[in-house]
């Protein structure tokens, strides 16, 4: 993952900081078990959370993706 790719994801989830926090808690999730959410070859959890991120498979609950918004973390259902 390139800086610019990882730019337009901060800006999408409203920064730096919220994509590291929404990255952080997935990753707990897949340690204790959790299903992943799409196909990948990705070994590395942290790999797979923004694999699974870039998919749109995983949001912030409540964050208009066109606005800076807040809220639970919550998968996307398809």
């Not at 707990?28 to 959370?49: C, F, M, P, Q, S």
Request: no cysteine; aromatic share 4%.
């Amino acid at each position: 993952m390139n800086k610019s790719e990882i730019d337009g994801l901060a800006e999408k989830f409203g920064g730096r900081f919220k994509l590291t926090v929404l990255i952080q808690k997935r990753v707990r999730e897949l340690v204790k078990g959790a299903a992943k959410l799409i196909e990948t070859d990705h070994k590395n959890l942290i790999d797979v959370a923004i694999d699974e991120i870039k998919a749109g498979k995983v949001v912030y609950e409540g964050m208009d993706l066109a606005e800076d918004g807040g809220g639970k973390k919550k998968k996307k259902d398809d």
